[in-house]
């Protein structure tokens, strides 16, 4: 069984054409596909990952009550097979998706949905251009009041490598050399505006600072923009009022 990246962000959206313009022009994230009948987006990254959003017309929209963390995999039967026999639950079937691939949900210790994915229509964004200019996600972090749980999800089960792991935080790198936090719940004030149970994605920029002033006449609502280790970023609300992470391109 091999998970190599996180490839895919789901959302739900209780008012989607103004989520849908939010992300396509506030934020500036290539719009690839729209159905209005049935209230579904996707929008594509330079980097080829995607994100999804779904209306309260769409039949997937109640799988999306807290952001969704597709996570790719190159045999979705066998890989659902075995974290099966693993314990997990998965909550729906595997689903054929003309013309984009395969995917199947399933629930972590939080309760939180995750998704398996299986893309047979990959192709980089790399022509697309952007008012953001925008590479992908290369991070992901969440507050776990199962902590324990979803470390072992994502050591054992998922097979992520640990670089840092103590009682309060763990941080996991997967085979794309994206990052993935999990903190304890004790820790939840310290890691605001993160929420608890409820995943939130990094956006990665080229230009850092001018998204940074554009977004500040909008929804910013951390600034971590000059720390003492020197990292920088920021937190917004995205659609749905998710928070989203903006940092610079490594």
Known sequence: ????????????????????????????????????HSQHAL?????????????????????????????????ITDTQMTMEQQGIKF????????????????IGPDGINYELVQRTAFSSGSHIQTIADFEGFSWAGLI???????????AQVCGFD????????????????????????????RVYPLEVASICVGLDTR????????MHLTDIVAD????????RFVYFLGPGKVPFRLQPCK
């Open 43 to 75: 929008f594509r990254l330079y980097s080829g990952q995607d994100l999804e959003l779904f209306g309260s017309r769409s039949r997937w929209y109640s799988f999306q009550t807290r952001p969704v963390l597709g996570f790719e995999t190159t045999k």
């Open 162 to 189: 640990i670089l840092e792991l103590n009682l309060y935080h763990a941080l996991f790198i997967l085979r794309s050399g994206q990052t993935l936090e999990v903190f304890h719940l004790s820790q939840a004030e």
């Open 1 to 36: 069984m091999t998970i190599s990246s996180f490839s895919w962000l789901g959302i739900a959206s209780n008012d989607f054409y103004k989520d849908v313009e939010l992300i396509q022009s506030t934020i500036g994230i290539h719009l690839t596909h729209i159905q209005d």
């Open 144 to 154: 776990s009041p199962n902590f324990d749980a979803t470390i072992h999800l994502f």
């Open 91 to 106: 909550i729906s079937p595997v689903v054929n998706a003309p013309g984009w691939g395969q995917f199947c949900y399933f």
């Open 224 to 231: 971590y923009s000059s720390t003492s280790d020197g990292s």
């Open 207 to 214: 230009n850092f600072n001018t998204v940074c002033q554009r």
